[in-house]
């Protein structure tokens, strides 16, 4: 007697965007884009510059502040992020979870060096805002106009 296997259309695109990504991890050295299928997300980002500082904004829906974590370093920084979702109700029948436990992991690569212990937070309405003040020597090494003889 042979047994029914449930059709799963999309399977094989799964096992190539694994193959795809181990790929480019194996090219790049860390993937692109981290893998949802594994828990982890990197957020969107924004990244802008003022003449003093650098402010980095990430989307990082459902967090509380206690579960973030982040680090900054002179040339980038780190956010990390926990959510998970404890209650559960006994009368109710799941069909599909998937909104139980989420992590969010991105380093983010700065485009002038900056004070890190001088570094701001601020987490409302689901974006993380962080406000880098540059080093001295970042200020300094503006773009000069040259006159062109």
Do not use: N
């Not at 004070?115 to 701001?120: L, M, Y």
Request: hydrophobic share 35%; net charge negative; with cysteine.
């Amino acid at each position: 007697m042979s047994s029914l296997r449930r059709w799963e259309p999309f399977r094989g695109l799964a096992r190539m965007q694994r193959d795809l990504d181990r790929a480019f991890e194996d090219f790049f050295g860390r993937p692109l884009i981290e893998s949802e299928a594994e828990g982890v997300r990197a957020p969107s980002v924004d990244v802008c510059e003022t003449e003093d500082e650098v402010i980095v904004s990430a989307e990082m829906p459902g967090i509380d502040k206690k579960d973030l974590e982040v680090e900054v370093l002179p040339e980038s920084v780190s956010v990390r992020a926990e959510m998970s979702q404890e209650s559960e109700q006994k009368e109710t029948t799941y069909h599909r979870k998937e909104r139980t436990w989420r992590r969010y992991e991105r380093t983010i690569p700065l485009p002038a060096e900056v004070v890190s212990d001088q570094a701001k937070a601020k987490l409302k309405d689901g974006v993380l805002e962080i406000w880098l003040p540059k080093s001295e020597r970042a200020k300094a090494a503006r773009p000069k106009k040259v006159q062109i003889e």
